[in-house]
């Protein structure tokens, strides 16, 4: 059977909407380089107090930054670039290749039909999103 990236994107959305998982992409690098550049503005306008303070002000605004706005999974599934749904939709299709469906309304029932085949699907798509998106994920609202 070749494989129907729609179909396998729908099922995943399913299955992260209805575990509500949310996922955010940590931006520490920004964190950093906010928290450096207050220090260095600070040192410019205060000397060595401005640093200090500088720093403070620049690291709780890194702080902030880098921890991430969270968004619903399903919408970040449908936001990637399609090399990357590809790339998602060939490692699912290693664990749903023996089943044999019509259009993704019958793949969402097989799957959600077996408890073991949902949570290996489970596993492998939170797996995705932790280590190729880097990203990290939530539960609930």
Known sequence: MPLHVDDIMRLLCHISGEQKMKAAVKHSARGALAAGTGAFLGGLMGGPPGIAVGGAVGGLLGAWMSSGQFKPVPQILME??????????????????????????????????????????????????????????????
């Open 80 to 141: 990637m670039p399609p090399a990357q749904q590809q790339k998602l939709c060939e490692n699912i299709y290693t664990i749903i290749s023996n089943l044999d469906w019509t259009d993704a309304t019958h793949l969402i029932m097989l799957v959600m039909g077996n408890a073991s085949l949902q949570q290996k699907v489970a596993a492998a798509l939170i797996n995705y999103v932790s280590q190729d998106l880097k990203a990290e994920i939530q539960y609930g609202d």
